[in-house]
């Protein structure tokens, strides 16, 4: 069983930055593969990005690359996704998943979820 809590989200200006964390409880945290995804009103839950356990692969949607960057700190249980150039297409709900599985671009492939954050870029 694995508890996730997300922080950090907020308001920012078009073109400004904003670093998400995920923490996780439980001593298992190495063995999942962590993913976060976003849902914006009246939207679906959308893939953003994932990192599989070691940190040794990433995957990101096409309209976050060279942007977002997904990492994790085993030691400390946490998962970030530093968030650069934000646009105003990216204000959603941010949620932090964990898999036992590779890494899915389908939330429905992701067994726990945190309660989410908010961010909202104005442009």
């Known amino acids: 069983q694995v508890q996730l809590v997300e922080s950090g989200g907020g308001s920012v200006q078009a073109g400004g930055s904003l670093r998400l964390s995920c923490a996780a409880s439980g001593r298992t945290f190495s063995i999942y593969t962590m993913g976060w995804f976003r849902q914006a009103p009246g939207k679906e839950r959308e893939f953003v990005a994932a990192?599989?356990?070691?940190?040794?692969?990433?995957n990101y949607a096409d309209s976050v690359k060279g942007r977002f960057t997904i990492s994790r700190d085993n030691a400390r249980n946490t998962t970030y996704l530093q968030m650069n150039s934000l646009k105003a297409e990216d204000t959603a709900v941010y949620y932090c998943a964990a898999t036992r599985g590779t890494i899915y671009y389908s939330h429905m492939n992701y067994e726990y979820w945190g309660q989410g954050t908010q961010v909202t870029v104005s442009s």
């Open positions: 990192i599989s356990w070691s940190g040794g692969r990433t």
